[in-house]
C-alpha cells in the first residue's frame, strides 16, 4: 500500500544524490583526496561505509516524510546527508545508529 508508494517516490533521492556530489567535494574535508586515491584504502572505505550509511537515513526521513504525506524539499535532504556523513565519518560508527533523528518537518 502507501509503503509501496512511499518508496515508488525514491526516484527523487537521485536528484539528491546530484545535488550532494555536486557540494560534498567543497564541503567535507577528506573527500577530494578520496578521489586523487592520496589516501589509504582503508580510510577511502571508511568515508564510502559512512556516506552509504548517511544515505540511507535520509532514505528513512524521505520515506517517512512520504508515508505521512509531507515533502521533503532535495536541499533539505542534501543537507541531512550531510549532517549524518559528519556523524558517522566523525565517530567511526560502522552501523546505522539507532540514535533519534531530526524531525523530518
Known sequence: GMVISALGGTGGMTAVGKVIVANLLKMIPGAGTVLGGAISGSTA?????????SYI???KIYVKA???????????LAKI?????????????KSLSDRELPPSD
Open 57 to 59: 537515513e535520509a532514505l
Open 81 to 93: 546527508i550531510i549532517e549524518q556523513y559528519k556523524y558517522y565519518a566523525g565517530t567511526g560508527k
Open 66 to 76: 512520504q508515508v505521512d504525506g509531507k515533502e521533503i524539499p532535495l536541499s533539505e
Open 45 to 53: 572505505a571508511a568515508l564510502t561505509l559512512a556516506l552509504g550509511l
